[in-house]
């Protein structure tokens, strides 16, 4: 049977309770929608030390260029406190106008629908000229090792290449046609230990409190605007977001302190060149005597984590023009083109081809009762559609 109704396709999605990092039926599922449309599938699964097997998932319709991926994920955070949904979060249950469940937005809803959309295609028009794929994860939610960039990799190893890449995650606020994501900021967290000298706070000469230096470091970190911003980009921004001494005593001077730290970047920066300002800024506040007169430049040292996310920016035409376009042709609104929010699995395609993401209204989810708007699902496969149509004819000219 030909998937062509996303909302059953999204309620044999939801019914597969697929937390990370169980796969829980969901690629099944998929597959059995997939096959029938002619995709050959692949089934792949990454291992790593030390992180659960995670089951992933290929799909291809088609042999030439011009190629387009849609990507997405099929697991989804738990449930939460389950005696609090309205409907059981895997049910799938409809009320009121609203499909309840556990990844109805985020994404199953958009799977569901780019599926249907595929296939309505199909149905109208044959085969697209061109090859359409599915990179489908079972790894976003967790800790996205044996996700999208293994999954990647293992497709561009076998000679897989794509021209361009829509993702499926929740991009519209408060309602359809409201978002298109057309890029990440870039995010780099950090720890800084300040090393003093313990003693009696009653003889503070003797000893050097470390409060007074990461009070000093934090400050300077916290102090100035980054940048202020670009067209496309909100100002970058740090946020301290612990500070610990851990110390239980009020007459002992403690011997360290640290701090944690996130920041938030635009394009101005790359990882590295943020870096390089961050200890900047902290060497020259360390040389500050304002809390500690007559001393020694404070002594710290810094540890950063070790996967930033780079921060990107897609400047494809057809791919910005056929989505706007889709969405504008179907809901009559004109998408804000937004680099805001979180990150997502869109910074790991960006290697392999541009990429833009638009999917359900966001609202809901990660919260419990999840859901989505049953005429929603209707809407976003016609933009969908009219997406895929737009794009090959684009890609074709
Ligand atoms: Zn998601």
């Known amino acids: 049977m030909f998937p062509t109704d996303p909302i059953s396709n999204l309620a044999a999605l939801i019914r597969c309770p697929s937390v990370t990092p169980a796969e829980g039926g969901a690629l099944t599922a998929l597959e059995a929608m997939l096959a029938p449309l002619g995709f050959s599938v692949d089934r792949v699964v990454a291992k790593e030390a030390g992180t659960p097997d995670?089951?992933?998932?290929?799909?291809?319709?088609?042999?030439?260029?011009?190629?387009?991926?849609?990507?997405?994920?099929?697991?989804?955070?738990?449930?939460?406190?389950?005696?609090?949904?309205?409907?059981?979060?895997?049910?799938?249950?409809?009320?009121?106008?609203?499909?309840?469940?556990?990844?109805?937005?985020?994404?199953?809803?958009?799977?569901?629908?780019?599926?249907?959309a595929v296939a309505r295609h199909i149905e109208k028009h044959g085969r697209p000229k061109g090859s359409i794929s599915f990179l489908i994860t079972g790894d976003e939610e967790g800790p996205a090792i044996n996700g999208t960039v293994k999954l990647l990799e293992w497709a561009a190893q076998k000679g897989e290449r794509w021209d361009a890449c829509l993702v499926g995650e929740p991009t519209n606020p408060e309602s359809l046609?409201?978002?298109i994501k057309i890029g990440r900021r870039g995010s780099l967290s950090g720890r800084i230990t300040v090393h003093g000298v313990q003693g009696h706070a009653a003889y503070p000469h003797l000893a050097d409190n470390p409060v007074r230096g990461?009070?000093?470091?934090?400050?300077?970190?916290?102090?100035s605007a980054f940048d202020a911003g670009t067209d496309t980009f909100q100002p970058s921004n740090l946020e301290v977001t612990t500070i610990d001494v851990g110390n239980a005593a009020v007459n002992v001077i403690p011997a360290r302190a640290s701090a944690a730290f996130n920041i938030r970047f635009n394009d101005h920066w790359t990882a590295e060149s943020l870096k390089a300002e961050i200890v900047a800024r902290l060497d020259r506040a360390a040389k500050d005597e304002t809390l500690r007169p007559g001393r020694q430049p404070v002594k710290y040292d810094i540890v950063w984590n070790e996967r930033p996310s780079h921060v990107f920016l897609t400047r494809n035409n057809a791919l910005i023009?056929?989505?706007?376009?889709?969405?504008?042709?179907?809901?009559?609104?004109?998408?804000?083109?937004?680099?805001?929010?979180?990150?997502?699995?869109?910074?790991?395609?960006?290697?392999?081809?541009?990429?833009?993401?638009?999917?359900?209204?966001?609202?809901?989810?990660?919260?419990?009762?999840?859901?989505?708007?049953?005429?929603?699902?209707?809407t976003l496969t016609g933009i969908y559609e009219a997406f895929v149509a737009r794009w090959f004819g684009h890609a074709a000219a």
């Open 214 to 223: 990461i009070l000093q470091l934090t400050q300077a970190l916290m102090d």
């Open 54 to 116: 995670i089951e992933n998932l290929y799909a291809r319709l088609g042999a030439e260029g011009p190629h387009l991926m849609f990507a997405g994920h099929t697991d989804v955070v738990p449930v939460g406190d389950e005696a609090a949904w309205s409907h059981p979060p895997f049910s799938a249950a409809i009320a009121r106008g609203e499909m309840y469940g556990r990844g109805a937005v985020d994404m199953k809803g958009g799977i569901a629908c780019f599926v249907a």
């Open 321 to 378: 023009d056929s989505l706007s376009g889709a969405v504008e042709a179907v809901t009559g609104r004109q998408p804000k083109l937004s680099t805001t929010g979180g990150t997502s699995d869109a910074r790991f395609i960006k290697d392999y081809c541009p990429v833009v993401e638009f999917g359900l209204v966001g609202q809901t989810m990660h919260m419990v009762d999840e859901r989505v708007a049953i005429a929603d699902l209707e």
């Open 177 to 179: 046609g409201d978002m």
